[in-house]
T-cell receptor
Framework: GQQVMQIPQYQHVQEGEDFTTYCNSS?????IQWYKQRPGGHPVFLIQ?????EVKKQKRLTFQFGEAKKNSSLHITATQTTDVGTYFC?????????????FGKGTHLIIQP | DGGITQSPKYLFRKEGQNVTLSCEQN?????MYWYRQDPGQGLRLIYY???????QKGDIAEGYSVSREKKESFPLTVTSAQKNPTAFYLC?????????????FGSGTRLTVV
């Protein structure tokens, strides 16, 4: 079936350093969404990217969607302790098959003060 | 206060038992989903429903069943046929339209087989 690969699985950074997580799909995505899950919590929607080459910013977070709509990245500038959690990308495939999103396995962000 | 309520928060099941996880929403969303999350894994789709009285299997439906008799409710039954049911179960809804608001998740139910 369709898969979304996400790397790295874990990322340790010092507070104030930057962080990036990457997602790749072997087939073209209709759109891609990003979610954050705090430890012990549930995923919370961050953003959706739809257009080829799209870049969106939310304060220190920058989201990109590749030109071929097969990859995406999330970059956090100057991490803070509040950024701790797991970041998931979730791709939506067009055409037939099950509805719903295909999630990557997530990147766990661990911040050392 | 709009949202999704999942209950119970923690559930313990004995071998061979069926258990039902509740998911109730007051967001007036048509589409509802059940996902399973295992440690170190992403979320995997179990079942989804786009309208009342209709639902479809997701990627890992075996050993699970659902019903959608009301718009607000989408309960998930974990049957004894599910060989490895210990996991974190998340219910979600999706707003109508272009989906720019993403999926809204409930706080989840942690199921453990004892």
């Amino acid at each position: 079936g369709q898969q979304v690969m996400q790397i790295p699985q874990y990322q340790h950074v010092q507070e104030g350093e930057d962080f990036t997580t990457y997602c790749n799909s072997s087939t073209t995505l209709s759109n891609i969404q990003w979610y954050k899950q705090r430890p012990g919590g549930h995923p919370v929607f961050l953003i959706q990217l739809v257009k080829s080459g799209e870049v969106k910013k939310q304060k220190r977070l920058t989201f990109q969607f590749g030109e071929a709509k097969k990859n995406s990245s999330l970059h956090i500038t100057a991490t803070q302790t509040t950024d701790v959690g797991t970041y998931f990308c979730a791709g939506k495939y067009s055409g037939g098959g099950a509805d719903g999103l295909t999630f990557g396995k997530g990147t766990h962000l661990i911040i050392q003060p | 206060d709009g949202g999704i309520t999942q209950s119970p928060k923690y559930l313990f099941r004995k071998e061979g038992q069926n258990v039902t996880l509740s998911c109730e929403q007051n967001l007036n969303h048509d589409a509802m989903y059940w996902y399973r999350q295992d440690p170190g894994q992403g979320l995997r789709l179990i079942y989804y429903s786009q309208i009342v009285n209709d639902f479809q299997k997701g990627d890992i439906a075996e050993g699970y069943s659902v019903s959608r008799e009301k718009k607000e409710s989408f309960p998930l039954t974990v049957t004894s046929a599910q060989k490895n049911p210990t996991a974190f179960y998340l219910c979600a809804t999706k707003s109508p339209g272009q989906g720019a608001y993403g999926y809204t998740f409930g706080s989840g139910t942690r199921l453990t087989v004892v």
